[in-house]
């Protein structure tokens, strides 16, 4: 499986800020995703990152709020824009292979004041 | 949408005995069926996972089985050890490449 490394892997932020989370996998993957993990909770699908295209968002999770950029097949970018305590959780992404496996990384685990 | 449930929430077995997790979903689509391992502070880690055209896989210790007519299936976990404590979380997949649906996770607690 595909070694996937995520940075930073915890942040304290303060509310109103913004923090780009980055995901790094040692081979090129065509299917990449976000999801969030709520304290003591499931994972939850935020978007698929596009290589080249604009991200494909789930319901209830808009752009303006967490823009995507998946500049190669190798990384993608996770922004959470103007943040609030609500936004404390953990942000993990996953890479997706050919035979409906899907791998994830390490976790964000992020803490807004 | 697709709905999965996960039962128990929580288990305690001694070291040694058996663990049993349950998922059901909703969508007759679903054709694929991981089970996932979190350890405390670290990403979901694949441990096995099945197609629908089968009904039960194995590796080693554990097992997982499939009943596409009854849209449930289970994981099996036998002659646990502490290092088996962990959350466990089902999901089910329609297609290559599309989302995950997970089920709410149980805490899995071994006893030694």
């Known amino acids: 499986s595909a070694v996937i490394s995520q940075k930073p892997s915890r942040d304290i932020c303060q509310r109103g800020t913004s923090l780009t989370i980055q995901c790094q996998v040692d081979?090129?993957?065509?299917?990449m995703f976000w999801y969030r993990q709520q304290p003591g909770q499931s994972l939850t699908l935020i978007a698929t990152a596009n290589q080249g295209s604009e991200a494909t968002y789930e319901s209830g999770f808009v752009i303006d709020k967490f823009p995507i950029s998946r500049p190669n097949l190798t990384f993608s970018t996770l922004t959470v824009s103007n943040m609030s305590p609500e936004d404390s959780s953990i942000y993990l992404c996953?890479?997706?292979?050919?035979?409906?496996?899907?791998?994830f990384g390490p976790g964000t685990r992020l803490t807004v004041l | 949408g697709e709905n999965v449930e996960q039962h128990p929430s929580t288990l305690s077995v001694q070291e040694g005995d058996s663990a049993v997790i349950k998922c059901t979903y909703s969508?007759?689509?679903?054709?694929?069926f991981p089970w996932y391992k979190q350890e405390l502070g670290k990403g979901p880690q694949l441990i096995i996972d099945i197609r629908s055209n089968v009904g039960e896989k194995k590796d080693q210790r554990i097992a997982v089985t499939l009943n596409k007519t009854a849209k449930h299936f289970s994981l099996h976990i036998t002659e646990t050890q502490p290092e088996d404590s962990a959350v466990y979380f089902c999901a089910t997949q329609k297609t290559s490449g599309s989302r995950l649906t997970f089920g709410e996770g149980t805490q899995l607690t071994v006893n030694p």
């Open positions: 996953s890479v997706g292979t050919a035979y409906n496996e899907q791998f």
């Open positions: 081979s090129q993957v065509t299917m």
């Open positions: 969508d007759s689509a679903s054709n694929y």
